[in-house]
């Protein structure tokens, strides 16, 4: 079991909450808006549409936060899960745009997002097929998946001139890396707890007097702007709804990965009723965003890493987190501030976040009763899951929903393991001598007398 500081219904004090909520903040923000801005840029859309886009999801993604946090009747897992736009969307939402727009992108994510309501009332029965043996191999894979996009924050991104590599981004990143280890290590309270947010101040600050910063976006945003539902209309192509719900069916099986992650970190057991509370927030709260004029959302699983790192587990800290995406959706100029942040600061707190996934993950590993079996399904659907991962060229000349199935490292993963579970016999355990019930010595006098 883990030794949380905070247990998931706890109320921490106030400046503590919200320099924690601050931290979860920051892990999320750049994966956020990170969609819009990529499917912006490859539909050339112009710059205020762009930002339209990163307003109504980090909005979408605030206020969904807060219902998975807090719950609403039958929707919201009622743990500390942070909620923002998804990568398995991007691929389906690039091919819908280029043929109809941004009205296709949202009319497909909508009614896609069926897809995954009706699925959350499946997921008792999906649960099933995640025992202990699969779980830890789709948490491990989370955290094998997440490491390469801490390196590339860490050595300046990949973006057009960005200097990829270059020993100052490295240095910034090994300092803000040093830092968060010596306040987990050796902080106290609140020293420990926020230390991820902590040592991305001290980076920030580091950035600002080497004059590494760029506050032109904080300059150009406006201070307040309300994204308008409906603003870019909806259509309903057949093949974009088909689309979107093949990665609506992929987000599903990432999410309830992520969701056995979460359970790991927060010593919370995962039914499948709590996972179906989960999945129905993600369909419905994609449903909505989509209305709103974003991507879909989905679980994040960086932020589980927070928790394993922090050990807070609060999900009142998580849902004021979600306040204030929503805040940064409405006050523009609240998230250009964060924006600011550069990447290899990002880089250095990432790298130990993801790497507490793997931790988490191999834990899980060691707890699997090792055999031929669970060893074969570890390697092969681990192995799967990386070869797609560090090759995703080598799907490219297959069709395109199977690139869309098996393109993410965590799905591949996930999928062979639950394969391989169902279609490996489980062998007899073969009894020794040794083991063989000896029987008592009265009842063998009794058959004697009996013969």
């Known amino acids: 079991m883990n030794n949380l500081l905070f247990q998931v ?20 923000l750049g994966g956020i808006i990170a969609v819009p801005l990529v499917v912006g840029a490859v539909l050339k859309l112009p710059a205020d549409q762009i930002v339209a886009l990163i307003n109504a999801a980090l909005l979408g993604s605030g206020i969904v936060t807060i219902i998975q946090c807090k719950g609403v009747g039958p929707i919201g897992i009622r743990l500390p899960c942070v909620m923002g736009t998804s990568f398995a969307f991007v691929g389906a939402a690039i091919s819908i745009g280029l043929e109809h727009g941004v009205p296709g992108i949202l009319g497909s ?4 997002s069926v897809v995954m309501i009706v699925g959350s009332c499946f997921m008792p029965q999906i649960r099933k097929l995640f025992p202990h043996a699969v779980t830890a191999v789709v948490v491990t894979m989370i955290g094998l998946s997440l490491v390469p996009v801490a390196i590339d924050w860490a050595a300046g991104g990949k973006g057009a001139g960005a200097h990829y590599g270059d020993p100052v981004n490295l240095g910034i990143a090994l300092f803000v890396l040093v830092t968060v280890i010596a306040l987990v290590q050796f902080g106290k309270g609140i020293f420990s707890a926020a230390a991820v947010v902590l040592g991305m101040f001290v980076g920030y600050l580091a950035c600002v007097a080497m004059g590494l910063v760029d506050f032109s976006s904080v300059q150009k945003a406006a201070a307040f702007s309300v994204p308008q539902p409906f603003a870019y209309g909806m259509s309903f192509p057949l093949s974009g709804i088909v689309a979107m719900g093949v990665a609506y069916v992929v987000t599903m099986v990432e999410t309830t990965g992520t969701f056995m992650a979460l359970g790991s970190a927060t010593n919370t057991k995962m039914r499948g009723k709590t996972l179906a509370r989960g999945v129905l927030c993600d369909g419905v709260g994609s449903a909505c965003v989509a209305m709103l004029g974003s991507p879909p959302v989905s679980t994040f699983a960086q932020n589980v890493g927070v928790i394993s790192l922090t050990g807070v587990a609060s999900r009142h800290v998580v849902a004021l987190t979600g306040v204030m995406l929503a805040l940064a959706g409405l006050f523009p100029v609240l998230g250009a501030v964060v924006v600011t942040i550069p990447q290899p600061v990002l880089g250095g707190a990432g790298l130990m976040m993801f790497a507490m996934i793997i931790a988490a993950g191999v834990q899980m590993l060691s707890k699997v009763e090792h055999n031929k079996r669970t060893g074969l399904i570890i390697a092969v659907s681990i192995g799967c899951g990386l070869a797609v991962s560090v090759r995703p060229e ?9 690139q869309e199935i098996f393109g993410s490292g965590i799905s591949t993963a996930a999928i062979v393991a639950v394969a391989m579970n169902l279609i490996l016999p489980e062998r007899p355990v073969e009894a020794s001598d040794d083991d063989e019930e000896e029987v008592p010595q009265p009842m063998l006098v009794k058959k004697l007398e009996a013969a």
Request: aromatic share 4%; charged share 10%; proline share 9%.
């Open 9 to 28: 219904d706890d109320r921490p004090p106030l400046i503590t909450t919200t320099l924690l909520a601050a931290q979860h903040m920051l892990a999320a």
């Open 109 to 112: 994510s909508l009614a896609g």
């Open 394 to 402: 080598l799907l490219t000349k297959l069709p395109a929903f199977v």
